[in-house]
């Protein structure tokens, strides 16, 4: 870890020695993450047992699936903000602010990365909620305590001319001093120039998003780490089966060397086959193929027995990916049973990303029109699993005694929870159910034909 600025002394090297090994894993898991397994699992040629020009042949890109699943789970649902009365300032001041930042798809991309680097970065910039890749960022904790902060540097390289430059911002609470440096190879040769910068923000406009984290340590740990060597070995075995069904789907022949032709422009014997009739002779070979039994199903066991552990470490299930077997769900609450692992573990994400968003929301519209700093902000989070509408009205309706049992909710209540409205939509919607009802009440009491069963309005 980092605990003070002389990484960024002349002489020192670039990147800093303590990091190069931080900045190596999130380079292997981005090729990950796009697939780029070749690069990454080296020993797959050696497991293989085939020479240098040997390819996977089958890549399952399940590290890009595992980062997207936590993503989905927390935000597909898009959670609902809340600042103050609905229509007030403070309300409209978040709402510009969600919009200007495209919050949800930033805060998508930020769980991203604290999935396949173990922590995602919030950075508050030109007035909204953006974000920045953990590979160009270095904090500086206390030596004291590894979980304070004491500077966020982001800092990267850039070409001018024949020179490699580099750029860095050294963050401190309400400001940043933007410096550039001239590199020398694999060192930093001297400062070229210093410039300090106000956010005008009261804290740090870097906010990290950690995935879970250990006490001794500051960085989150990644999601791919535990579960590489498990894919590694699935996609080796399913292209050593694949490979060899292939080499196997086009039988060789045996039979009587009588079979053999003599080839007039070659000099060579060759078999032509084709639908040929080969008459066998006494004690002859007749022609047959060389059948080859397989016999894959340990293959298949280590496979099943590979992927059960797959969905163990990684903390998901089967229903994760939508590999459910008949009767398995029968309602909402049947699903989420077998979610509870992956749904506990979007919980824990969920706990590290509430606050930060709010921090984050906070902290920009300290430069904005309201200050939201001292007002609180509420997050309604979803849990992104698709919901059962006809369970979730039997609930309700035994919930607001309409089945005849106690009432423990208010219709309004039942309302907002079930459609995910706001209390100004409820109540909106309450005026029009009352409109409804009235309408009928006049038709059932005094409506047209009351009182005159052949509706011509005369007396009988």
Known sequence: MLTDLSFLNPGEPWPPVSEISRLQKYEENKKLFKGKHDEIFKDWIRILREEQNASLLLIFNWHKRLSTLWGDLLLSEEPRFSAGEYGSREDEELRRIIEKSDLINTAYQVVLDLSRYGTGLFNIRNGKVDLTTPSIWFPVVSPDNIKEEQ??????????GEDEILKAQIHERGKYIAN???????????LLSTEEVSTGLSDFAIIPVHNTVESDEYFGIDDYTDIDGIIQELEVRLSQISRVLDKHSDPNMYGDESA???????????????GKYFPVPLGGIPPGYVVWDAKLESNWKEIEILMQQLYIISETSEACFGQLKQGMVESGSALKRLMITPLAKAQRLRMRLDPALKKAIKLCSQTGEVNLTDKPINIAWQDGIPSDDKEQAEVMAIR???????????????????????DAEVESEMERIAEDLAAENALDTGGFGAGDDDGDGGDE
């Open 151 to 160: 500077y966020h540097v982001l800092a990267w390289k850039v070409k001018r």
């Open 180 to 190: 550039e440096y001239l590199l020398a190879g694999e060192k930093i040769e001297r």
């Open 260 to 274: 053999l032709e003599l080839d007039p422009a070659t000099g060579v014997e060759i078999f032509r086959g084709g």
């Open 400 to 422: 607001t005694g309409s089945t005849g049992g106690a009432r423990t909710l208010s219709v309004r209540t039942a309302i907002k929870r079930m459609d995910n409205m706001s």
